[in-house]
């Protein structure tokens, strides 16, 4: 029987993240986003008091980089990747030590970028971990456990005909109780506007607590508003506790939705760091955060460069738990 994967505030041993390394993929916007890695990087180290930080870098022009802005605060991996979204490539370990790796096809055939698709095995075995890989396809932004076997996700994303077209609701249910040892899924319906995930779930809704769900709580001309409303009322009706946290609102980059979200925080060891975007509510966000996360130092960091990319810190990391 497979042990579900421990939720993400349960210690963990070390975390996976990506550091920009094609210049070609990032252009004008490559500097910053390294910075607000390494910014991020920090953070997590908490000067020591956080988990073992791994930056992974695609190459060695990309890994001497991130060593040199990084210091004493994260070693580096060379692993070639397409890009830095290891939440969907790396491996998740389960609560018996396993790396559960998975099929990758771009999001649904939106990026085939080289390596993308063979980075979580080579990130188990340089672990040592046990790896096993599913024949399904499955990202890890999609999902989020409350360590009780308890998971949440999207039909937009886990039902999308891109993803598995041949699997049914009740067999993908089936292969994450067998995978990845989830008893019960929560299925919320639509994912934010502009997200090229398809409705990744950790945009959305993140689980702060066993049975108690984040969900933003609309703000003023907020393009996702609907969407924050029918997942509220879905998990409700489904017996599980929703707190509201403020959303950043309508963000615009060239005139243009993008799906910023104060929900792609990291939970670590001893910080839960929060993207932000300039937008009138990034304060509040921090102190909502800061009130479930009572025994950490919760901290904002500006995401806006990492954002071009299309996700922000939750997305760029992958936990490895202790």
């Known amino acids: 029987m497979t042990i579900p994967p421990p939720a993400e505030w349960a210690p963990h041993a070390a975390v996976w993240i ?100 063979t980075i979580g095995a080579r990130l188990g075995a340089s672990r040592e971990l046990p790896t096993e890989t599913g024949d399904w396809i499955l990202e890890g932004g999609a999902i989020d456990g409350d360590g009780t076997g308890l998971v949440v996700t999207t039909e937009q994303c886990l039902l999308n005909p891109n993803r598995n077209p041949e ?87 060239d005139e243009e939705i993008v799906p910023a979200s104060y929900m792609n925080f990291y939970i670590g060891n001893a910080a839960v760091v929060v993207p932000v975007y300039g937008a009138p509510n990034d304060e509040a966000a921090v102190r909502a955060i800061q009130a479930l996360f009572p025994d950490r130092a919760v901290v904002g960091l500006r995401a806006d460069a990492i954002l071009t990319g299309g996700g922000s810190f939750h997305c760029i990391s992958q936990q490895i738990p202790a």
């Not at 709580?217 to 969407?227: F, G, K, L, R, T």
């Open 167 to 253: 699997l049914t609701r009740e067999e993908i249910e089936h292969r994450l109780r067998d995978d990845l040892g989830f008893s019960r899924v929560l299925w919320l319906g639509e994912g934010l506007k502009a997200d090229h995930t398809d409705g990744h779930v950790d945009n959305l809704a993140r689980f702060v607590a066993p049975g108690r769900l984040a969900i933003p709580e609309p703000a003023e001309n907020d393009p996702n508003w609907q969407v924050y409303q029918l997942a509220a009322k879905r998990a409700a009706e489904e017996g599980v506790e929703v707190v509201r946290l403020p959303s950043p609102g309508r963000v615009l980059r």
């Open 18 to 117: 990506g550091f920009p390394s094609h210049a070609e993929l990032w252009a004008e916007d490559l500097d910053q986003a390294r910075e607000e890695v390494i910014a991020f990087a920090r953070a997590v180290h908490a000067d020591g008091r956080g988990e073992r930080v791994i930056l992974v870098a695609a190459d060695a022009e990309a890994a001497q980089a991130a060593q040199e802005m990084a210091g004493d605060a994260a070693e580096v991996l060379i692993q070639p990747f397409g890009d830095i979204w290891l939440r969907d490539t790396a491996p998740i370990v389960t609560g018996d030590g396993t790396a559960r790796d998975f099929r990758f096809n771009g999001w649904g055939g939106k990026y085939d970028l080289e390596g993308d698709d």
